[in-house]
């Protein structure tokens, strides 16, 4: 087991600003839980950075550079750029997490850490692309930076890397690991084909989605990722199926946890601080669980969005204010914060439920919290 | 070993258009050589077909119904479409091949036929997204045909599926198959961005590209893939290494004058017959091997090209018939049709130094001559 370094700096501004996502939660314990979670994602991005550098140099130059940017280490001009805008790591942490919970060396997690990076990293590309998402993390997102041709090449260099890195593990557990990497590629495949579909269907009526319907789009899109980076963590370290199994659930249903936060940023998240445009959401009509669960309530308010959202072929700056204020005053709020604290627990849940060695059952369990404790 | 069928008929219509690449290799055998190849690609596309379909339907349906247009399955409305826009099949041939040469049975090798025909897919996919390639088969690419972000996610699906169908293989050859995937997918997206880096730099002077350089290039992008199909049926049907070597060789030439035979056709092809627009590689301003072999052949139409190509931003139609005109005169043609010739007569002696069943070695050598002797 790696030993847990003493420093202690915090790498991300605590959460907590007013009318955040951090009221999803409860507060964090000072000094405490919250501390712990970001020595934890300093950690795991200091033990796996090493192979995840190697892995970026083994790409072509040209998407080497694509990649170094959409990972936050280089502006366009490939020049290091020091600027903050590097993801938190949350799935490397889990994979590291995912072994250590199994008993095993942290290390035996990183060719799993670096896949499911790099998965990460080729699926925001992408998805930019499909939802004509022009910002990420406060950067012109890769097609904007480079055009739709060379993003989606990136993408694909991103993507046969990350197999590829799995596959040339060593140990005895590669040829599993693959195989979960597989089935979680395909869930996140789908879910996002199923969020796409889910733009085409009307917000009310017949064929309306429901928030049942997008929490099974959420957990593929979202949820597949974060259960696929703690079980192939597990796997690779030699975990029993049933262990993999709990981690993968629990995982799981962070994912839908982190993805009801997403959406509350998405809608009323400071653009400054979630780097995307106000009520980005909104302005895409696209169908989020505060929207879903808002029309869903029933009420004026709830009659009142539905008859706006239908009525409404594109929604512009004033209009998407309008609508995020009817969401809030139909209960989409509260009901998303909810759902996130619901599933939260169940995750949190699902980790009790599986032998896992304490200190990484507790570094586990203080990530979980602290990744919904979060403003971008 | 699986039995050839008896069944002779032609799935394709004979070569030999006038003016077409059938001059770039020898006349085919009547009744010979090319009736066997012809069999050979209706056996293979026989016993992989369920399979493929099996892989496909596994695919979210809207993704599934994208793949069954782009295997020219199905029209866009999901009809069946026996319009003959089906591909010929030749990698998962190439693979079934791989499996017998080696002595094993053809059917070892069908979870290698199915990945290297959705990695086929996908690669046409979103190249003709990069390359902004309307027609595909003689139908809008699927980019036209449903949007560019529903035809990425659609190429990501199948090559999500692709390497799960591999990793999912039963027998002892999986995980090795599946790094042999790997290395190929990684050496085609390498060359896909090679391709696309060409576009950016000069027809001669300092950074032009050379004809050894365009031949690198496409040993990756196109060669890869051919290499790698036959390679992966190999190793699935537990070839030893030097065999396996052997095979990807002269599955890598073959590629180097397939590309040869598709530059040609992509200046001088009928349209009716490629599906493409007539000139279309010349009017996109493309790096291909007849333009870049006129180039370095010096002489009067050499320089004339160059000045030519130098000076034009954007090639129009009448335009491109001269350069065309001029690229022959200047002896691009002959040089592609000798490039071809050579890359083959390399593949050939690669099969010939590798210890592989009869029948096997036949079908292959049939196959190759046959891939060179095509209009489309």
């Known amino acids: 087991m790696t030993a847990l370094p003493t420093s202690a700096a ?45 892995a970026v140099g083994r790409l072509h130059p040209w998407t080497g550079e694509m990649a170094a940017y959409a990972l936050g280490w280089a502006d366009t001009a490939g020049t290091p750029d020091p600027g903050g805008s590097e993801g938190k790591g949350v799935r490397q942490a889990l994979a590291v997490l995912g072994a250590e919970a199994a008993g095993a060396d942290g290390a035996d997690a990183v060719p799993g850490a670096v896949a499911v990076e790099l998965v990460h990293t080729f699926s925001l590309l992408h998805d930019d692309i499909m939802d004509a998402d022009a910002l990420r993390r406060q950067r012109p997102a890769v097609w904007k930076a480079y055009g739709t041709g060379p993003a989606v090449l990136a993408g694909d260099a991103l993507f046969a890397q990350a197999v590829a890195s799995l596959a040339e593990a060593p140990g005895p557990h590669a040829a599993a690991a693959v195989r979960c990497l597989c089935r979680t590629l395909n869930t996140l495949v789908s879910g996002q084909a199923e969020d796409l579909r889910f733009e085409e269907r009307p917000w009310s ?103 706006r959202l239908d009525s409404t072929r594109r929604i512009d700056g004033e209009t998407a204010a309008q609508v995020a204020a009817l969401v809030e005053e139909a209960g989409g ?22 032998p896992l060695t304490h200190t990484a059952a ?10 919904l404790d979060r403003t971008r």
Chains 1, 2 share one sequence.
Do not use: N
Request: aromatic share 2%; charged share 25%.
């Open 10 to 54: 915090p790498v991300r501004p605590p959460a907590g600003l007013p009318g955040s996502a951090a009221a999803a939660t409860s507060a964090p314990t000072p000094g405490g839980q919250d501390d712990t979670a970001t020595d934890v994602l300093k950690r795991c991005r200091e033990l796996v950075r090493p192979a995840l550098v190697e």
């Open 205 to 307: 009526g017949p064929g309306a989605v429901v928030p049942e319907g997008y929490r099974s789009m959420a957990g593929h899109k979202t949820g597949a990722l974060l259960g696929g980076a703690i079980a192939l963590g597990a796997v690779l370290g030699g975990a029993p199926d049933r262990t993999v199994t709990a981690l993968e659930r629990a995982g799981r249903h962070l994912g839908l946890a982190f993805q009801a936060v997403d959406d509350i940023l998405g809608i009323w998240g400071d653009p400054a601080v979630t780097g995307k445009p106000v009520h980005a959401d909104l302005r895409r009509g696209k169908k989020t669980y505060p929207v879903l669960a808002a029309l869903a309530g029933g009420g004026r308010a709830a009659r009142e969005l539905a008859a």
């Open 333 to 354: 709020r509260t009901a998303t914060r909810e759902e996130a604290r619901r599933q939260l627990d169940t995750a949190r849940r699902a980790l009790r439920d599986a």
């Open 362 to 371: 507790q570094e586990l369990d203080a990530l979980f919290t602290h990744l």
